[in-house]
C-alpha cells in the first residue's frame, strides 16, 4: 500500500533560518504529491503540489521537488518567519487513486 | 475561510455517552472525508462519502458511523464514548474526482473531550 515517511518533531528554527522538512513515500507507479499546512487552531490547507518526476512545487517561499529516484518530497524555506510555525504534513495520491495518503506531521516553531 | 462548516466546535462529554459532528461541505463538492487527529496517532482517515454514498472505509471503529444526506451535509456519529475517543474531528470535502486536483478543503474541526 501507500505510505508517507516524515521527519518528527518538533523543529525549533530561529527567524530567518533555513528550513528542510523531509518527506519519503512508498507508492506503486507514479504518486502525485502534496504539502499541506495546519496553523494553530486551524484545519489543513493545500501548500504545494508536483504531480509528476522532477515539478518543483512552490507556494509562500516554500518548495518541494518530486524526486523519485530517492522517493522523496522534502519541503524548503530559505528564510522561516514566526507567522510559518504551524504544523506540517506530506501527503499522496497514488496513481489513478482517490485518496489522499498522509504522513504524520511535522511540527515547525519559528523563533523570534 | 475553506467554506466547510463543522458543528460544534466544542464538545465535552462523559464516558459511554453518544455525540453527533455535523458536517456542511464546500458548496458544489460531492465528496465528504472524515478524519480523527490525536496527539500520539496524527491524522487518521475514518470514511469518505460521495453524493450520499459510501466509497471509502479507513480506521473508523465499529462504534463510530456516518452519514451523507441528499443536500450533501455529513454526520458523524460516535457512540459508547471512551476517552481515548478524546481528539480533533475534521470533516474536508473536494471536487471529485480528487486526483484532478488533490486539494481537500478542510474545516475547522470538532474538538472532542471525553471525561
Known amino acids: 500500500g501507500n505510505s508517507v515517511t516524515q521527519m518528527e518533531g518538533p523543529v525549533t528554527l530561529s527567524e530567518e533560518a533555513f528550513l528542510t522538512i523531509n518527506c519519503t513515500y512508498t507508492?506503486?507507479?507514479?504518486?502525485?504529491l502534496f504539502w499541506y499546512v495546519q496553523y494553530p487552531g486551524e484545519g489543513l490547507q493545500l501548500l504545494l503540489k508536483?504531480?509528476?518526476?522532477?515539478d518543483k512545487g512552490s507556494n509562500k517561499g516554500f518548495e518541494a521537488t518530486y524526486r523519485k529516484e530517492t522517493t522523496s518530497f522534502h519541503l524548503e524555506k530559505g528564510s522561516v518567519q514566526v507567522s510559518d510555525s504551524a504544523v506540517y504534513f506530506c501527503a499522496l495520491i497514488g496513481y489513478a487513486g482517490n485518496m489522499l495518503t498522509f504522513g504524520g506531521g511535522t511540527r515547525l516553531m519559528v523563533k523570534p | 475561510d475553506s467554506g466547510v462548516t463543522q458543528t460544534p466546535k466544542h464538545l465535552i462529554t462523559a464516558t459511554g455517552q453518544r455525540v453527533t459532528l455535523r458536517c456542511s461541505p464546500r458548496?458544489?463538492?460531492?465528496?465528504v472525508y472524515w478524519y480523527q487527529q490525536s496527539l500520539d496517532q496524527g491524522l487518521q482517515f475514518l470514511i469518505q462519502y460521495y453524493n450520499g454514498e459510501e466509497r471509502a472505509k479507513g480506521n473508523i471503529l465499529e462504534r463510530f458511523s456516518a452519514q451523507q444526506f441528499p443536500d450533501l451535509h455529513s454526520e458523524l456519529n460516535l457512540s459508547s464514548l471512551e476517552l481515548g475517543d478524546s481528539a480533533l474531528y475534521f470533516c474536508?470535502?473536494?471536487?471529485?474526482?480528487?486526483?484532478?486536483?488533490?486539494?481537500?478543503?478542510f474545516g475547522e474541526g470538532s474538538r472532542l473531550t471525553v471525561l
Open positions: 458548496s458544489g463538492d460531492l465528496s
Open positions: 474536508a470535502s473536494s471536487v471529485d474526482p480528487l486526483q484532478d486536483t488533490g486539494e481537500l478543503f
Open positions: 507508492a506503486t507507479g507514479y504518486p502525485s
Open positions: 508536483a504531480t509528476k518526476a522532477d
